[in-house]
């Protein structure tokens, strides 16, 4: 196989993320309004907060995704089979998120629901790790950056392990990723 | 964390602008014509002119906000963290702008559903003020700028709070912007 | 204002014809097959026949688009107000070209789709030659190629009168600019 | 005609790419759970097991296309006519793989949905050597890579037919070329 442009392989993904995080918007059911008084019409809104929330959670961990995944490619210089690959099992997880954000809008409150959408944000999450292994093995090995890169994977996995006995701890796991990301860091 | 090249921003944004733009024309609902008579199908395209009205003005809106954010993006050198966070924090409300098209052509006439259009107009635009503070902050201030650049937000709140009162005043002042826009500067 | 870059229109350009053209594909609806003998099935897939043959001529007009917005900004050297906004209203067209497919393929055989899609390629057709125009003079004119982009908002126009007495001579007319691109040219 | 720019190809082509693999996942239909316990719950996802299989399946088959077509138009020096159009022709099938997807999706054991999903595969590998052939001839022919283009063509031929007698046949051909494609190469 003859290597792969980096750039190339930036634009395809970019092309994916950019997709994947609007395509989300439009899992947020729009609503329709009967009543013509306003007070009345905001309570037909209320089923649309978890529906709201999980959007705004996704749209994060894209973004979150986004932004390491550039700073991961900007350190390749040559894009081997496996990073190619590796990358494309990372974007097979990542064009799942738009539709495990549809199940948890669609079935709030089910833990299966619940379940498969930290499942998806799991895979997502491990497999960047995988990808991050490949191109740090490529590069020469970082074993902190790698320890980081485990926060994701074991959060998520506790997240889908939760779901089993209470929601309510599985949303809270599945927020801590983000918040961890946003931490001010030395 | 590392400096985001500034050409990987550019392309993911771009490829945000371009899939919500071409999102907004599938928020039309695709007629059933019953009648095989022209002037009869005619009038079975009548419930379709407010989500018409309604798609030529987002269109306008993410084309304006696509031209702001280009000549915005070619002053930036280095691409900060508050930069990167400003820019999805405002393409996040500019995903929402389908969706926000889709719900008032669902339901016209509705002032919930102006307040909720209005209100992601409003959020497009003071994030875009906000990211564009924070790129002249990064670069050397420029004033005048930022004075301009708070007419959509005070005029987005306006028709935010007219929605409750009279729906014909909130759709005056929502077409305010773009008419703006392209006034003749000197 | 300051000048666009060239590099950038492209890029949002080609994201709104990539979105456009794949989209086509989603408006062919997808049969749900009753029978499970394989000669009854074909008879269910019968219904999506102008469907696919719609499918066909919008994909080709968006092809022929791209080939011809392509050639067009090859010679763009810089990027005036004009020819941008110029772009933007051709772009408003191109993003409407799926929901006129999904229109005739909804309604098939009846007069006012017909007449609302050739009304779309006749809006894309002759905002392209504004576009052309708008380049060609701010360049240095070539009046033969003006003509040429003629044949295009001509042929749409007769399509859009001809609906009104005829559906067939309309789809005739409708298949003639695609053709008349494809003719070898000395 | 006036040469077209590889990296503009590149470009367009990229963006249909990533746009028909995200939107795969879309086909996936979101399933409404009833059950509050999660052993029944798991019960209302076994309908959406072949939606799963087909999505993997044809996810594979847009990536492997895609680093077939990155390896292919890093040949090319200049883009002719012919390139152009066989890149339009091949794109218009991989198009397509979103709606052949959700066609199996939908009618899952269907003979004629199968031979659906086989023949817009066969359409894509074939065109995809068409496209091929055009490069390598304006480039200078290699004799052994159009043999190894022909196993696809001839395995989705193959999974054509047999859709006919044996839909488990049918199935076991479509998943040959993605294993053929990972086998180890000398």
Same sequence: chains 1, 2, 3, 4.
Avoid: C
């Avoid at 390749?76 to 190619?84: D, F, G």
């Avoid at 809008?105 to 959408?117: D, H, R, S």
């Avoid at 926060?151 to 779901?163: D, E, Q």
């Amino acid at each position: 196989m003859q290597p792969i442009s980096k750039a190339r392989l930036e634009q395809f993904s970019d092309g994916v993320f950019a997709i994947a995080i609007t395509l989300l918007a439009l899992e947020i059911k729009v609503p329709h309004l009967e009543s013509s008084y306003i007070t009345n019409s905001i309570k037909e809104l209320y089923p649309l907060v978890p529906n709201i929330a999980t959007f705004i959670l996704s749209f994060l961990g894209i973004a979150i995704f986004w932004v390491n995944h550039h700073q991961l490619t900007r350190n390749i210089t040559t894009v081997s089979r496996r990073i190619v690959w590796g990358n494309m099992l990372f974007l097979l997880f990542v064009t799942l998120i738009p539709f495990a954000t549809s199940v948890v809008a669609e079935n709030a409150g089910n833990a299966l629901a619940v379940l498969t959408y930290s499942l998806i944000l799991f895979g997502s999450s491990s497999t960047f790790s995988i990808l991050r292994y490949f191109v740090e093995k490529h590069q020469g090995a970082n074993k902190v950056k790698m320890l980081r890169s485990l926060v994701g994977p074991i959060l998520y996995t506790l997240a889908v392990i939760s779901a089993l006995f209470s929601i309510e701890t599985s949303y809270a796991l599945l927020i801590i990723p983000p918040l961890f990301y946003f931490l001010p860091r030395n």
